[in-house]
């Protein structure tokens, strides 16, 4: 089964920045909505943002609202979150998934096709 590959996370202090990247060897990602979602240890899987297959509407939880931003590049079959401004907080395991309908509601158990997630560790 096709699956979903999550990449660019690592280490960074507060204040720093990542770009995660979400791409598809066997599945073309433009008809689908994708989602970014975290999950820290001891918690459930959160939604962070959702991007529509247009890419013309997005949606993002409060708490990373003017920090990250998410966006697509249907040319490279690769769907982008751009991390600024980072919080110790912002540490988890990030994942993608991808919904064959609406973006919204942006909810894990609403998305599927996950990866192997990517960690993003925000640390002094």
């Known amino acids: 089964q096709s699956q979903l590959v999550e990449s660019g996370g690592g280490s960074v202090q507060p204040g720093g920045s990542l770009r995660l990247s979400c791409t598809a060897s066997e599945l073309t990602l433009d008809a689908y909505a994708i989602g970014w979602f975290r999950q820290a240890p001891g918690k459930e899987r959160e939604a962070v943002s959702c991007i529509s297959s247009g890419g013309g509407s997005t949606n993002y939880v409060d708490s990373v609202k003017g920090r990250f931003t998410i966006s697509r590049d249907h040319a490279k079959n690769t769907v982008y979150l751009q991390m600024n401004s980072l919080k110790p907080e912002d540490t988890a395991i990030y994942y993608c998934?991808?919904?064959?309908?609406?973006?919204?509601?942006?909810?894990?158990?609403?998305?599927?096709?996950w990866g192997q997630g990517t960690q993003v560790t925000v640390s002094s």
């Open positions: 998934g991808r919904r064959d309908g609406l973006f919204r509601p942006c909810m894990p158990s609403r998305y599927d096709y």
